[in-house]
């Protein structure tokens, strides 16, 4: 079945640093991939999203590429802020599926 | 509404308890999921629903658990008997349509305690 690959964390980072969280998919067809980030009590919010190969999602100065070659998804933000930590959850939806399928979420933590 | 409006925000139950939280969707949506969450941030699927209808039911464990949208009433989700287990944080959402590429949009969860 479907199913996301996240990195583990918790990732620690000084503010401004860049950022990068790992996740690949695997999937049949055409899935559309997500991010989802969910601050500390709160449920989740969508980060941003792509629904085809080589598409681009981008939010708050965060940004994911859908790579069908490599079947990642890669979260990437060029400067972290303190207000960045939370938990970020890479997802699909598969093909003719609403149903998403989630990583295991990877903590941020971001230090002044 | 705008959000996606679940109630109770807290719930504690002793084992072999009933438990049932509630979930009103965005208006405008027909699609509706809950999603359970447990300690180690899995999200497990549970069921969904288009409009009244079961849509996918693939992670509901059927014993003790049962859910429903019933038209004009906010949807609800019930735990017989609940078990330490249950413990997590129930997220309901819900989607306007049901392709792939739709956004599904998240309430703020409810939290269960069974002990």
């Known amino acids: 079945g479907d199913s996301v690959t996240q990195m583990e964390g918790p990732v620690t980072l000084s503010e401004e640093a860049f950022l990068t969280i790992n996740c690949t998919y695997t999937?049949?067809?055409?899935?559309?991939l997500f991010w989802y980030v969910q601050y500390p009590g709160e449920g989740l919010q969508l980060l941003l999203k792509?629904?085809?190969?080589?598409d681009k999602g981008s939010n708050k100065g965060f940004e994911a590429t859908y790579r069908k070659e490599t079947t990642s998804f890669h979260l990437e933000k060029g400067s972290v802020q303190v207000s960045d930590s939370a938990v970020y959850f890479c997802?699909?939806?598969?093909?003719?599926?609403?149903?998403?399928?989630f990583g295991t979420g990877t903590r941020l933590l971001v230090s002044p | 509404g705008e959000e996606v409006a679940q109630t109770p925000k807290h719930l504690v139950r002793g084992e072999g308890q009933k438990a049932k939280l509630y979930c009103a969707p965005i208006?405008?949506?027909?699609?509706v999921f809950w999603y359970q969450q447990v300690l180690k941030n899995e999200f497990k699927f549970l069921i969904s629903?288009?409009?009244?209808?079961?849509?996918?039911e693939t992670g509901m464990p059927k014993e003790r658990f049962s859910a429903k949208c019933l038209p004009n009433s906010p949807c609800s989700l019930e735990i017989q008997a609940t078990k330490l287990e249950d413990s997590a944080v129930y997220f309901c959402?819900?989607?306007?349509?049901?392709?792939?590429?739709?956004?599904?949009?998240f309430g703020e969860g409810s939290w269960l305690t069974v002990v």
């Open positions: 959402a819900s989607s306007p349509q049901s392709s792939s590429g739709n956004t599904i949009y």
């Open positions: 999937a049949t067809g055409y899935p559309s």
């Open positions: 629903f288009q409009n009244e209808n079961v849509f996918d």
């Open positions: 208006k405008g949506h027909s699609y």
């Open positions: 997802a699909l939806s598969g093909t003719g599926f609403q149903k998403l399928v």
């Open positions: 792509a629904t085809k190969a080589d």
